[in-house]
């Protein structure tokens, strides 16, 4: 005789930011909530998130640093649990943070010490975390309950919340299942893309910048819909650093981008001046004192470099200011959801309440996270979104 099914009156499939986030405000309602996770660990994620600090929210948080096919849906949730909300709770457990450059929040120490919040606070309302436990089939019963076929079991609930995140990074047990369990209830799916991801280089472009990996240059980065001032970074494979990763969000294969290396400066008047003061300089010295050494040479050639600034015309300032300052580069495509930071696209926002994250289609079917088409910028947004439609759905289900 098969076991009996284990009823709860929520489940959530992910055991992610927004998967505990709505596990927690569902328990707070008295709600008997089970997680369930095909990973090992709960909130890997998290873990790896910020070089290990988890960059969990951002001071400066807008519709605007959202991406989506429905850029208003974002709002409801963003409004009502927003960053402060969280930064409470994070002052609440004394978790030591810092703030960097543009409003990003940091752990002091570790990662760890958002998660082991989150896990605290899930069992303060007797959450049940279900790991290595693999979904085999779900079904909309009768009776308006879902049954979930699972490796460890089947469960039943009238509360179903696909908390799976997106395709980014396999190695942290990324999955499409919450893509599947969307297309298998008549959901509109945006396709899905690797997002804030490194971009790879043309062969031509590899060649020229080869000896450039490790150097990081503080840019504006841009295309002809929108612009990023923060670091660039070139890499052994091609460009990364956060203003490229910002920028891959917006990217669309064979477009090129434009970089200014020298954002703060009037590069012609800075050679003209220096000309009439030191015309013995070499280009190459001169141009050390603001850009890494090695970076002159590869864009502008060794022979450029090399020439006293007596030896240059001011056309030819003209057109190392347009190599320096509007430098257009071509970039082959991307590293894709290997080292992507988020997933683009995803269930159609259209097809869920933005006020609850429940699905129009399917009663007692909602959708969280990064499987939902919103994906936020760079510098704890994405985070954010987790918290705040997690704790959305956590107030309903």
């Not at 470099?305 to 001011?314: F, I, R, V």
């Not at 309440?353 to 009663?363: C, D």
């Not at 979104?385 to 959305?392: F, P, Q, T, V, Y």
Request: aromatic share 8%.
């Amino acid at each position: 005789m098969p076991p009996k099914p284990t009823k709860t009156d929520v489940l959530i499939i992910g055991a992610s930011a927004a998967g505990l986030m709505c596990a927690i405000e569902a328990g707070k309602r008295g709600r008997e909530v089970i997680i369930i996770d095909h990973a090992n660990k709960p909130g890997k994620k998290i873990l790896m998130s910020g070089g290990g600090r988890c960059n969990f929210t951002n001071t400066e948080i807008s519709a605007n640093n959202f991406i989506s096919h429905n850029p208003h849906f974002c709002k409801s949730a963003l409004s009502r649990y927003t960053q402060w909300d969280f930064i409470a709770m994070v002052n609440e457990y004394q978790i030591p943070h810092h703030e960097r450059d543009l409003g990003k929040l940091f752990c002091d120490d570790s990662a760890k010490d958002i998660l082991d919040m989150l896990l605290a606070e899930c069992e303060k309302v007797n959450v049940t975390i279900q790991l290595d436990c693999d979904v085999k089939n779900i079904e909309k019963m009768e009776s308006n309950a879902f049954s979930i076929t699972t490796s460890l079991g089947i469960f039943r609930t009238t509360s179903l919340v696909i908390a799976s995140g997106g395709l980014s990074i396999p190695k942290m047990c990324a999955s499409p299942l919450g893509y599947k369990v969307a297309g298998q209830f008549g959901h509109h799916i945006w396709p899905t893309t690797a997002g804030l991801v490194p971009f790879t280089l043309q062969p031509h472009d590899k060649e020229l910048l080869a000896g450039l990996s490790g150097i990081s240059v503080e840019s504006i980065v841009s295309n002809m819909r929108i612009q990023f001032k923060e670091n660039i970074l070139f890499t052994h494979r091609g460009l990364s650093g956060p203003a490229i990763l910002q920028i891959s969000s917006y990217w669309l294969p064979g477009e090129a981008i434009h970089i200014n290396l020298l954002p703060e400066l009037d590069l012609v008047d800075f050679l003209k001046t220096r000309q009439a003061t030191q015309p013995n300089i070499k280009l190459k010295t001169l141009l050390a004192e603001i850009l890494p050494k090695r970076l002159v040479p590869a864009l502008l050639g060794q022979e450029t470099a090399d020439k006293p600034l007596q030896e240059l015309s001011y056309v030819r300032f003209e057109e190392i200011a347009q190599q320096l300052q509007y430098w257009q580069i071509k970039p082959n495509g991307t590293e894709g959801y290997r080292t992507a930071e988020v997933t683009l696209g995803g269930v159609d926002c259209n097809e869920l309440s933005s006020k609850t994250m429940e699905s129009s289609k399917v009663a007692g079917l909602y959708f969280i996270g990064e499987v939902v088409d919103v994906t936020g910028w760079l510098g704890g947004y994405n985070f954010q979104w987790a918290w705040s439609s997690g704790w959305c759905a956590g107030q309903v289900v």
